[in-house]
Every structure is written in structure tokens, then in C-alpha cells.
């Protein structure tokens, strides 16, 4: 798209804006205070608009990576209590009782 007007090259402006109604405005941009023209609703230059993205697409890629190693050290919890299951119905099977002879187990009170 042809810029209509020459002032939409700045590195903050919202070139694509210059064709709505209300997208021909000289606006300040509440994070780096540089003038910008976009829309008269925005409130932000496409610089720290797109560096606003970046850093929201980071924060998510770390949630995303700490929700992956608390799903693990959950399926690995699973695996011990079944460990421990299967320790309990051995110790049954030898002992011949069916309540659990660990003294001090940690997971006695669950079977």
C-alpha cells in the first residue's frame, strides 16, 4: 500500500491505519512518549506495540515450559504411588495380612 501521506514512514507509525476514518491522528505513545499517527485509539507505536508482543509470546513460552516440568514432576508423583501400590499388595502377598506391616511408611495411610 502507497502511503497517503509521506509522515506514516516513521518506524512507530501505523501505516495500514491511514485509510480508516479515523486512523490520520498524530498520537503520543504512553510507553516510549515518541510521537506516532495511527488511529486515534491507539495509544501505543507498532515499535513497543510489536515489542509489547514479543515479550507477552516470551512469558507465555515460560509458562508453557514451567506448566511442561509440573506435568512431569506430577507423572512422576503418580509413578511413585503406584510403586509404592505395588510394594504394599508384595508386602501383603508375603506377610499374608491385609493391613500394611511398613513402620513408618509414608504412604501407609493410603492403602
Known amino acids: 500500500m502507497k502511503p497517503k501521506y509521506e509522515w506514516f514512514h516513521g518506524a512507530g507509525g501505523w501505516i495500514e491505519d491511514q485509510e480508516l476514518e479515523n486512523g490520520n491522528y ?3 505513545c504512553h510507553e516510549c512518549k515518541e510521537a506516532f ?4 485509539g491507539r495509544s501505543m507505536c507498532k515499535t513497543c506495540a510489536y515489542a ?3 515479550k507477552r509470546i516470551e ?3 515460560d509458562v508453557r515450559a514451567e506448566l511442561r516440568l509440573k506435568r512431569d514432576h506430577l507423572q512422576n ?3 511413585i504411588i503406584v510403586m509404592y501400590q505395588e510394594l504394599h499388595e508384595a508386602i501383603r502377598e508375603l506377610t499374608g495380612s491385609d493391613e500394611c506391616t511398613c ?7 493410603l492403602f
Do not use: D, P, T
Open 26 to 28: 498524530q498520537r503520543e
Open 59 to 61: 512469558r507465555l513460552k
Open 77 to 79: 508423583a503418580e509413578n
Open 37 to 40: 499517527h495511527g488511529h486515534k
Open 52 to 54: 509489547l508482543l514479543e
Open 103 to 109: 513402620s513408618g511408611c509414608i504412604v501407609a495411610c
